[in-house]
Protein backbone atom coordinates (compact mmCIF):
# COMPACT_ATOMS: atom_id res chain seq x y z
CA UNK A 1 0.00 0.00 0.00
CA UNK A 2 1.40 3.71 -1.10
CA UNK A 3 0.85 6.01 1.23
CA UNK A 4 0.28 9.91 -0.07
CA UNK A 5 2.74 12.44 0.50
CA UNK A 6 1.89 15.21 3.29
CA UNK A 7 1.21 18.77 2.74
CA UNK A 8 4.06 21.18 4.03
CA UNK A 9 2.52 22.22 7.52
CA UNK A 10 4.88 24.46 9.10
CA UNK A 11 5.56 28.00 7.90
CA UNK A 12 8.53 29.69 7.81
CA UNK A 13 9.70 32.01 10.18
CA UNK A 14 10.67 35.53 9.26
CA UNK A 15 13.87 36.58 10.48
CA UNK A 16 14.71 39.08 13.78
CA UNK A 17 14.76 42.68 12.37
CA UNK A 18 18.33 43.57 11.95
CA UNK A 19 18.86 46.11 14.69
CA UNK A 20 20.14 49.42 12.39
CA UNK A 21 16.38 49.22 11.43
CA UNK A 22 15.33 50.21 15.44
CA UNK A 23 16.53 54.17 15.15
CA UNK A 24 13.99 56.40 13.08
CA UNK A 25 12.18 53.88 10.72
CA UNK A 26 8.96 54.67 9.04
CA UNK A 27 9.36 58.55 9.26
CA UNK A 28 8.65 58.44 12.77
CA UNK A 29 8.94 61.50 15.24
CA UNK A 30 12.68 60.63 17.06
CA UNK A 31 12.39 57.28 19.48
CA UNK A 32 13.55 57.63 22.91
CA UNK A 33 16.97 56.42 23.36
CA UNK A 34 15.74 53.94 26.22
CA UNK A 35 13.09 52.54 23.90
CA UNK A 36 15.90 51.93 20.98
CA UNK A 37 18.36 50.66 24.27
CA UNK A 38 15.84 48.26 25.43
CA UNK A 39 14.56 47.06 21.57
CA UNK A 40 18.58 45.93 21.17
CA UNK A 41 18.40 44.08 24.60
CA UNK A 42 14.85 42.77 23.59
CA UNK A 43 16.02 41.28 20.19
CA UNK A 44 19.48 40.40 21.98
CA UNK A 45 17.67 38.20 24.40
CA UNK A 46 15.45 36.31 21.42
CA UNK A 47 18.95 35.10 19.65
CA UNK A 48 20.30 33.79 23.12
CA UNK A 49 17.12 32.08 23.75
CA UNK A 50 15.63 33.99 26.75
CA UNK A 51 11.73 34.73 25.79
CA UNK A 52 11.21 35.77 29.36
CA UNK A 53 13.95 38.68 29.56
CA UNK A 54 13.04 39.95 25.59
CA UNK A 55 9.37 40.24 26.57
CA UNK A 56 9.97 42.20 29.47
CA UNK A 57 12.76 44.58 27.68
CA UNK A 58 10.43 44.76 24.57
CA UNK A 59 7.35 46.08 27.24
CA UNK A 60 9.68 48.86 29.09
CA UNK A 61 10.29 49.69 25.57
CA UNK A 62 6.84 50.00 24.69
CA UNK A 63 6.29 52.09 28.35
CA UNK A 64 8.88 54.63 26.60
CA UNK A 65 7.54 54.56 23.16
CA UNK A 66 4.01 53.38 23.10
CA UNK A 67 3.44 53.35 19.52
CA UNK A 68 6.78 51.85 18.82
CA UNK A 69 5.55 49.28 15.99
CA UNK A 70 9.39 47.05 16.23
CA UNK A 71 8.58 46.71 20.34
CA UNK A 72 4.88 45.19 19.87
CA UNK A 73 6.37 42.79 16.65
CA UNK A 74 9.19 41.69 19.17
CA UNK A 75 6.27 40.93 21.84
CA UNK A 76 5.21 39.13 18.86
CA UNK A 77 7.96 37.37 18.63
CA UNK A 78 8.10 36.33 22.14
CA UNK A 79 4.10 34.82 21.68
CA UNK A 80 5.43 32.86 18.69
CA UNK A 81 8.30 31.51 20.34
CA UNK A 82 5.45 30.10 22.64
CA UNK A 83 3.34 28.52 19.57
CA UNK A 84 0.66 30.89 20.74
CA UNK A 85 -0.16 31.84 17.37
CA UNK A 86 -3.45 34.01 17.88
CA UNK A 87 -1.41 36.47 20.53
CA UNK A 88 1.04 36.45 18.09
CA UNK A 89 -1.04 37.87 15.30
CA UNK A 90 -3.07 40.07 17.17
CA UNK A 91 1.06 42.04 18.07
CA UNK A 92 1.56 41.66 15.08
CA UNK A 93 -1.38 43.33 13.21
CA UNK A 94 -0.75 46.03 15.79
CA UNK A 95 2.80 46.62 14.66
CA UNK A 96 1.30 46.78 10.76
CA UNK A 97 -1.51 49.41 12.31
CA UNK A 98 0.94 51.66 13.71
CA UNK A 99 3.89 51.01 10.50
CA UNK A 100 1.73 49.97 7.10
CA UNK A 101 5.21 50.23 5.27
CA UNK A 102 6.46 47.43 8.14
CA UNK A 103 7.40 44.86 5.59
CA UNK A 104 8.51 42.05 8.45
CA UNK A 105 5.91 43.07 10.50
CA UNK A 106 3.47 42.31 7.75
CA UNK A 107 5.98 38.86 6.92
CA UNK A 108 5.06 37.75 10.76
CA UNK A 109 1.76 38.72 11.02
CA UNK A 110 1.21 36.57 7.77
CA UNK A 111 3.04 33.51 9.13
CA UNK A 112 0.91 33.84 12.29
CA UNK A 113 -2.25 33.69 10.01
CA UNK A 114 -0.91 30.67 8.34
CA UNK A 115 -0.09 28.91 11.25
CA UNK A 116 -4.31 29.55 12.22
CA UNK A 117 -4.86 28.02 8.86
CA UNK A 118 -6.36 31.45 7.49
CA UNK A 119 -4.68 31.18 4.16
CA UNK A 120 -6.81 33.81 2.45
CA UNK A 121 -5.54 36.34 5.29
CA UNK A 122 -2.27 34.83 5.39
CA UNK A 123 -1.59 35.62 1.10
CA UNK A 124 -2.69 39.00 1.63
CA UNK A 125 -0.30 39.75 4.28
CA UNK A 126 2.47 38.38 2.81
CA UNK A 127 1.70 40.09 -0.31
CA UNK A 128 1.78 43.29 1.56
CA UNK A 129 5.54 42.50 2.61
CA UNK A 130 6.81 41.87 -0.57
CA UNK A 131 5.09 44.83 -2.14
CA UNK A 132 7.66 46.50 0.53
CA UNK A 133 10.49 44.10 0.26
CA UNK A 134 10.40 41.52 -2.58
CA UNK A 135 13.77 40.17 -0.95
CA UNK A 136 12.19 38.71 2.41
CA UNK A 137 12.54 35.21 1.38
CA UNK A 138 10.33 33.82 4.31
CA UNK A 139 7.76 35.78 3.26
CA UNK A 140 7.86 34.59 -0.22
CA UNK A 141 8.07 30.96 0.70
CA UNK A 142 5.29 31.74 3.34
CA UNK A 143 3.20 32.79 0.53
CA UNK A 144 3.42 29.92 -1.73
CA UNK A 145 2.58 27.86 1.34
CA UNK A 146 -0.58 29.81 2.01
CA UNK A 147 -1.41 29.98 -1.88
CA UNK A 148 -1.31 26.18 -1.69
CA UNK A 149 -2.75 25.42 1.25
CA UNK A 150 -5.86 27.21 -0.09
CA UNK A 151 -6.00 25.25 -2.97
CA UNK A 152 -6.12 22.44 -1.18
CA UNK A 153 -9.08 23.33 1.13
CA UNK A 154 -11.19 24.67 -1.85
CA UNK A 155 -10.70 22.18 -5.22
CA UNK A 156 -13.17 25.03 -7.23
CA UNK A 157 -9.62 27.64 -6.84
CA UNK A 158 -7.03 24.74 -7.13
CA UNK A 159 -5.10 25.68 -10.30
CA UNK A 160 -5.03 29.19 -10.24
CA UNK A 161 -3.84 29.17 -6.58
CA UNK A 162 -1.63 26.46 -7.34
CA UNK A 163 -0.34 28.57 -10.52
CA UNK A 164 0.99 31.20 -8.61
CA UNK A 165 2.08 29.19 -5.67
CA UNK A 166 4.53 27.52 -8.54
CA UNK A 167 5.87 31.02 -9.83
CA UNK A 168 5.90 32.03 -6.14
CA UNK A 169 8.73 29.13 -5.43
CA UNK A 170 10.03 29.66 -8.58
CA UNK A 171 10.80 33.29 -7.63
CA UNK A 172 12.32 32.08 -4.40
CA UNK A 173 14.49 29.64 -6.64
CA UNK A 174 16.41 32.27 -7.92
CA UNK A 175 17.34 33.59 -4.89
CA UNK A 176 17.81 30.48 -3.14
CA UNK A 177 18.59 27.61 -5.33
CA UNK A 178 19.11 25.20 -2.83
CA UNK A 179 16.09 25.64 -0.96
CA UNK A 180 15.07 21.86 0.39
CA UNK A 181 11.17 23.68 0.80
CA UNK A 182 11.12 24.96 -2.49
CA UNK A 183 12.25 21.76 -4.10
CA UNK A 184 10.03 19.73 -1.76
CA UNK A 185 6.62 21.97 -2.32
CA UNK A 186 6.89 21.65 -5.82
CA UNK A 187 7.16 18.31 -5.88
CA UNK A 188 4.25 17.99 -3.91
CA UNK A 189 1.91 20.01 -6.38
CA UNK A 190 3.60 17.99 -9.02
CA UNK A 191 2.49 14.69 -7.21
CA UNK A 192 -1.06 15.77 -6.82
CA UNK A 193 -1.51 16.42 -10.42
CA UNK A 194 -0.35 13.31 -11.63
CA UNK A 195 3.17 14.77 -12.66
CA UNK A 196 5.27 12.31 -11.19
CA UNK A 197 8.21 12.39 -13.48
CA UNK A 198 9.14 16.14 -12.03
CA UNK A 199 7.95 15.36 -8.70
CA UNK A 200 10.57 12.70 -8.18
CA UNK A 201 13.39 15.05 -9.33
CA UNK A 202 11.86 17.75 -6.89
CA UNK A 203 11.79 15.12 -3.80
CA UNK A 204 15.07 13.63 -5.00
CA UNK A 205 17.06 16.98 -4.79
CA UNK A 206 15.31 18.04 -1.43
CA UNK A 207 16.65 14.56 0.05
CA UNK A 208 19.97 15.61 -0.98
CA UNK A 209 19.70 18.85 0.65
CA UNK A 210 18.08 18.14 3.75
CA UNK A 211 16.52 14.54 3.78
CA UNK A 212 13.18 14.32 6.11
CA UNK A 213 10.46 11.97 6.21
CA UNK A 214 8.27 13.49 4.42
CA UNK A 215 10.72 13.84 1.42
CA UNK A 216 11.88 10.47 1.74
CA UNK A 217 8.20 9.78 1.70
CA UNK A 218 7.60 11.29 -1.84
CA UNK A 219 10.64 10.43 -3.40
CA UNK A 220 9.69 6.70 -3.08
CA UNK A 221 6.12 7.21 -3.72
CA UNK A 222 7.38 9.11 -6.78
CA UNK A 223 9.40 6.37 -8.32
CA UNK A 224 6.33 3.53 -7.64
CA UNK A 225 4.31 5.89 -10.05
CA UNK A 226 7.31 5.76 -12.04
CA UNK A 227 7.79 2.07 -12.65
CA UNK A 228 10.70 2.39 -10.80
CA UNK A 229 10.18 0.12 -7.84
CA UNK A 230 13.87 -1.17 -6.84
CA UNK A 231 14.74 2.65 -6.55
CA UNK A 232 11.55 3.27 -4.38
CA UNK A 233 12.43 0.35 -2.33
CA UNK A 234 15.76 2.04 -1.54
CA UNK A 235 14.04 5.18 -0.59
CA UNK A 236 11.61 3.57 1.69
CA UNK A 237 14.52 1.89 3.33
CA UNK A 238 16.67 5.18 3.60
CA UNK A 239 13.54 6.24 5.25
CA UNK A 240 13.39 3.90 7.62
CA UNK A 241 16.92 4.00 8.72
CA UNK A 242 16.96 7.44 9.66
CA UNK A 243 12.86 7.01 11.04
CA UNK A 244 12.56 4.03 11.99
CA UNK A 245 9.31 3.95 13.42
CA UNK A 246 7.46 6.13 10.35
CA UNK A 247 4.61 4.13 9.75
CA UNK A 248 4.03 5.79 6.50
CA UNK A 249 7.32 4.84 5.16
CA UNK A 250 6.85 1.63 6.23
CA UNK A 251 3.51 1.42 4.73
CA UNK A 252 4.99 2.78 1.28
CA UNK A 253 7.86 0.13 1.43
CA UNK A 254 5.42 -2.29 1.32
CA UNK A 255 3.59 -1.31 -1.89
CA UNK A 256 7.40 -0.34 -3.06
CA UNK A 257 8.54 -4.10 -2.72
CA UNK A 258 5.27 -5.69 -4.22
CA UNK A 259 5.65 -2.96 -7.34
CA UNK A 260 9.60 -4.18 -7.86
CA UNK A 261 8.44 -8.08 -7.70
Not at 23 to 41: D, K, M, Q, T
Not at 85 to 97: L, M, P
Not at 135 to 140: C, E, I, K, T, W
Not at 213 to 224: D, F, H, Q
Amino acid sequence: MLTMPTPPTRPLTTALLPLTLFAGCFGSPVVHPRAIEELRRGYAHLQSGDGERAEVAFDHALEFAPDLPEGWNGLGVVARGRDDAATAKERFAHAVRLAPEFAEGHANLGEALLTLERPSEAVEELRAALRIDPDLAAARQNLARALLHDGLADPAVREPRWREARREYLHLLESLPDSPTAHADLAFMDYLSGRFAPAERGYRRAVELAPSSERLLGLCVSLVRLGRCGEAVTACDRCLDIFPSNRACLASRRGAEACSD
